[in-house]
């Protein structure tokens, strides 16, 4: 048993430490996220590509990098570290690894390269209004005519669908006895006539998630990934990856630190906030749960790079990973006090907007109301313990 | 030992009850709210033509000479409809103020104009630098004459955008965090010295940043004694909280009602997701999270009269508990709604955010949890 690194993994360190301070946009540390465009968004995952970093998971002969776990571990934590907007997780995390795993050689040729350089937005048309945690009720259907699927349906809760060129998507091809078969994944240029995107406003004001209308929207037939009616077994090994990194450790210590600067800088009774021992017992209450998140996740990696692949134990890393991000925001929330009831919607935010209340409170209601969504997505903390409770512990 | 209410209380109940849901339902509410001035000024005159803002007042100053509980028990109803209207600035927190310690002509100058709905208050206490200690204050009061001149800056001033008058609390004498030498005082919004920046806040409310540069005040629009405000402010901000628990157990009523027929109607794996066991005793705790806030929200309105040792531990327990269950039940409504919860579109996000500030509101968990430990 050892966690110390190698000198090379420090020699790598230093190496992606510096690329990142040399190279991170500096235009974008000081916007928020919500005001991002497109360009700005891609900004990143550009220089990466260019770097040839954007994709660490992915094998080498796919535009990967031969990186070992732990170097790709200390990749992620440099990124966290800096506060880098990571490359868009629905084509290099998600659909990526389903395209070289399951996709045909001319598939791999059109999809890979477009996700590698970010030419290619993708987004994730998995959810709809009957189909939440319980994704095999999905009803969007396909009909094959010659060589066209002939989709028709209505996806929910489509992150970014705003700024996609395209969609990889769940569709029903056949009604079978078993809702599982029958599933398809297709992918669908958004530009094809019949789709319509509707913005959702979320409670923290953003629009982050739409719905996605699809009407007589015809698809070539070789846009199919996989096998016809066999598409569940692609649907859940893409949900196994986005569970992955789900966890968001690297991203919560950079969240806690920023959370005690803004305690050091909140008074009360004209000390610190952070002196004050409730608020900073929570702080390391805190701390001690994201330790402990950490070492389950490198136990987890540890046994990735022995070729055991993210089990169910993943559930776990999610489930705690996002409520530590939820405790984490709504303490952040509770230190700025009183000034965390301005409201700026993202929307509205204009050229006369007058910021409100010390500079480290702007927008924190807003990340805690946003941050709610954890929970929910990604196949809801019910349903993740569910999966232990089936999977891991047998009941 | 009773807890029922009397026939008229039940009957004011209604009389707010149907009101808002005849005049007030989501839709409109979020027109209100988005509208240029927040908030709709005819609702507030139909509040004033129902006496719901003579409620707490003495039947010589045109009140109806209500109690805790009539007050309490408007506050829920407007919870229900998460009413944004500055019933609390206004009713409770200002007029509570001159109804209990202004002079007889401060009461007769100012108290009819607040039953008329002619004229909005707000209660100018938090300071940038105050955090929720109402002692904390940089703001000076320097007499002069007769009288005082005001400056400083005070923040998140609830209804401030609407107000046209103030009441602000400012050191008289003594070190920025005495008890003793503050006054509160009385300060139009118009005066010359006074101005604002005003906002909306995360539950659908207004505020405002004040600030006042050499604002001068007669000595009659001083409140009490000089120095002696800070008990007064005490005081007042004690039947806010009192208030703002009734209001929030509005706000969880809605939440669990709507939580659990949410639940019984959504289907997933061919069933209900209410049959799920994990989501009913979800929603059993959610249930007594709400019973458990009634009763300290019966509890700190009965003891609103007693003396302030007593009062402030009791509104210091009941804010806990409201802040506590509040949040749990905020965040758990939203959960079990899934997706759903998370849009701007259903009403259970907005009273999640409003339960959210209402723990903040007049400090937080932590912070009644010491003075409750201290009183």
């Known amino acids: 048993m050892d966690v110390d690194f190698t000198p090379e993994d420090i020699a790598f360190r230093e190496e992606v430490r510096s690329f990142i301070e040399e190279n991170y946009p500096k235009h974008l540390g000081s916007l928020d996220r919500g005001d991002m465009t497109k360009e700005d968004l891609l900004a990143w995952h550009k220089i990466l590509h260019t770097k040839g970093w954007v994709a660490p998971s992915w094998p080498a002969e796919f535009g990967g990098t031969d990186w070992t776990v732990t170097q790709r571990y200390i990749f992620n934590e440099e990124s966290a570290r800096h506060g880098t907007i990571p490359p868009m997780p629905f084509g290099v995390q998600m659909l990526g690894p389903v395209i070289y795993t399951f996709g045909n050689q001319e598939q791999k040729d059109w999809v890979l390269p477009g996700i590698l350089s970010g030419k290619d937005w993708w987004c994730q048309g998995y959810s709809e209004p009957g189909a939440g945690s319980d994704l095999a009720a999905l009803k969007t259907k396909a009909v094959l005519e010659d060589d066209e699927y002939v989709v028709n349906g209505h996806k929910i809760w489509t992150t970014l669908a705003q700024h996609a060129d395209w969609m990889f998507c769940l569709v029903r091809t056949t009604s079978g006895e078993k809702r599982q078969d029958g599933i398809s994944f297709l992918l669908i240029d958004m530009k094809t006539p019949g789709i319509t995107v509707r913005p959702i406003i979320t409670i923290d004001g953003g629009h982050e998630v739409n719905e996605v209308f699809l009407e007589d929207v015809r698809v070539p037939a070789r846009n199919l990934v996989g096998e016809r009616d066999k598409g569940w077994t692609i649907a859940k090994f893409l949900l196994g990856n986005e569970r992955s990194g789900i966890a968001g450790v690297a991203r919560s210590k950079k969240a806690i630190d920023r959370l005690r600067e803004i305690a050091r800088g909140e008074l009360e009774n004209g000390g610190p906030l952070l002196s004050s021992a409730d608020f900073s017992r929570k702080i390391a209450e805190l701390e001690v749960d994201l330790t402990a998140l950490e070492y389950t996740e490198l136990r987890t990696l540890a046994a990735e790079s022995q070729g055991q692949g993210p089990g169910p134990e993943s559930s776990i890393l999610k489930i705690k990973g996002t409520e530590i991000q939820q405790r984490i925001t709504e303490l952040t929330m509770e230190a700025v006090g009183n000034y965390a009831a301005p409201w700026v919607p993202q929307l509205d935010v204009g050229d006369n907007y007058l910021a409100i209340g010390p500079e480290q409170s702007h927008g924190v209601s807003q990340t805690y109301f946003n941050t709610r969504k954890t929970s929910i997505y990604g196949g809801s903390n019910e349903i993740q313990r569910n999966i232990i409770a089936k999977m891991v512990l047998g009941l | ?375």
């Open chain 2, 1 to 375: 030992m009773d807890f029922s209410f009397t026939e008229e209380q039940t009957l004011l109940r209604n009389m707010v009850q149907s009101f808002v849901s005849d005049n007030y339902d989501f839709d409109m509410r979020m027109k209100i709210v988005r509208s240029e001035d927040g908030m709709d000024r005819a609702i507030w005159q139909q509040f004033a033509e129902l006496g719901l803002l003579a409620a707490p007042f003495s039947e010589e100053m045109g009140g109806l000479d209500g109690g805790p509980v009539e007050t309490m028990v408007i506050m829920e109803e407007l919870g229900r409809g998460l009413v944004v209207e500055p019933y609390l600035p206004t009713i409770v927190l200002c007029g509570g103020i001159l109804n209990r310690h202004g002079s007889a002509a401060q009461k007769e100058g100012h108290l009819p104009g607040i039953i008329a709905g002619e004229n909005i208050w707000a209660l100018a206490f938090n300071e940038p630098q105050g955090r929720f200690n109402l002692a904390d204050i940089v703001t000076s009061a320097r007499a002069e004459g007769d009288g005082y001149v005001l400056n400083g800056a005070k923040a998140v001033v609830l209804g401030g955008p609407w107000a046209d008058k103030l009441i602000v609390s400012a050191r008289i004498s003594g070190d920025q965090r005495d008890r003793d030498g503050v006054g509160l005082f009385i300060v139009d919004k118009s005066a010359d010295g006074v101005s604002t920046q005003d906002y909306p806040t995360v539950d659908g409310g207004r505020a405002s940043e004040v600030t006042l540069e050499n604002v001068t005040v007669s000595g009659d629009a001083m409140i009490g004694d000089a120095g002696s405000g800070l008990d007064i402010l005490e005081e007042a901000v004690d039947y806010g909280i009192a208030a703002i628990c009734a209001e929030a157990i509005g706000h969880m009523k809605m939440l669990n009602d709507a939580t659990v027929e949410y639940c019984r109607t959504r289907k997933q794996f061919g069933v209900p997701i209410g049959s799920f066991q994990v989501l009913q005793h979800r929603m059993v705790d959610m249930f007594m999270e709400y019973e458990q806030s009634v009763s300290m929200t019966y509890m700190v309105n009965m003891k609103l009269n007693e003396d302030a040792a007593a009062r402030a531990k009791a509104a210091a327990g009941a804010k806990v508990q409201i802040g506590k269950s509040g949040r749990f039940v905020g965040q758990q409504a939203v959960q079990l709604h899934g997706g759903m919860g998370m849009t701007e579109e259903l009403n259970v996000g907005h009273f999640f955010k409003r339960l959210t500030m209402i723990d903040t509101q007049f400090g937080n968990v932590d912070h009644h949890l010491k003075r409750f430990a201290a009183a």
